[in-house]
């Protein structure tokens, strides 16, 4: 029985260390922190209109091009980085996003702001 335990506690600490050594969470954090700085300057540019969902996925992938260029640069690995690219918003979706918005410090305009993309009632 402690066999099997110390095996499957190897196989655990193998999946770990191989998913940890898959993705830079460094690039990750880069990435949205640069994303979430972005697009609050376009929202407060825009004044009362909210960022499109388009503009927001624009300036994602805009920023996982300029941070990647800037880690290739660095000699990172090509797959390291694909694999965060992925990650990167992923991480935001399901672990920042919910954070950023218990904290009310998101982006978001208030739902009482007029979007532009409503069509006036005729």
Not at 1 to 27: A, P, R, V, W, Y
Not at 32 to 57: F, M, P, Q, S
């Amino acid at each position: 029985m402690d066999n099997l335990k110390l095996m499957l506690m190897e196989i655990f600490n193998q999946i770990i260390e191989t998913t940890l050594n898959s993705f830079d969470f460094g690039f990750c954090a880069s990435v949205n922190i640069l994303t979430y700085i972005v697009i609050k300057a376009i929202d407060e540019i825009n004044g009362k209109k909210k960022v499109h969902t388009w503009i927001k996925r624009l300036v994602l992938l805009s920023s996982i091009l300029v941070v990647g260029i800037v880690y290739y640069a660095t000699d990172t690995d090509l797959k390291l980085l694909m694999n965060s690219a992925i990650l990167a918003p992923v991480f935001w979706s399901w672990i920042a996003k919910p954070i950023v918005d218990k904290f009310k410090i998101g982006y978001r305009k208030e739902d009482k702001v007029v979007e532009d993309s409503e069509e006036p009632e005729l």
